[in-house]
């Protein structure tokens, strides 16, 4: 692991967090880049595959695919619902890792709801290969 890269990157993202917007410690320290398709209400994620997201075992932890997955499909029910959503649960399906490149995410409406939204993310490598899909229903927060 490139200590001094770790450390910079960390840095960096102490240093753009702000609460309350869409600058989280969490979305610089993982690199991620967030793009949004208003006439396809999708969602994208790019993240590259970094050390500081494998499990002892070298391969990418369940679990930074999953987060990956709730971001894109939050910012999908922000971005396109006419209010922000909650997660009230989540399934995850992981198929295969990747030690490289980057994770693409893809996340969408399966059903759009006024109160429910059922979302879906899929998570691609860089060679299109089918690494997890994550379904979710959100609710959505009354003003």
């Known amino acids: 692991m490139d200590e001094r890269k770790l450390r910079d990157n960390f840095e960096r993202a102490l240093k753009v967090h702000q609460d309350d917007t869409g600058q989280q410690f969490m979305y610089s320290l993982l690199d991620l880049n967030i793009e949004y398709d ?7 994620i790019d993240a590259p595959v970094t050390e500081i997201m494998f499990n002892p075992v070298g391969f990418i932890h369940g679990g930074i695919l999953t987060y990956i997955a709730d971001t894109a499909m939050g910012h999908l029910c922000a971005a396109f619902s006419d209010r922000p959503g909650v997660t009230l ?3 995850t399906q992981f ?16 059903k ?7 979302v879906e993310c899929v ?6 290969r089918l690494l997890g899909k ?4 959100f609710y959505s927060m009354q003003n």
């Open 112 to 118: 759009k709801g006024s109160n429910i939204n059922f």
């Open 134 to 137: 994550v379904t979710a229903t």
């Open 38 to 44: 208003e006439g396809q209400e999708k969602v994208y």
């Open 123 to 128: 998570l691609q490598d860089d060679k299109e």
């Open 95 to 110: 198929f295969r890792t990747s030690r490289d490149g980057k994770i693409h995410a893809t996340a969408q409406f399966v």
């Open 89 to 91: 649960e989540l399934k």
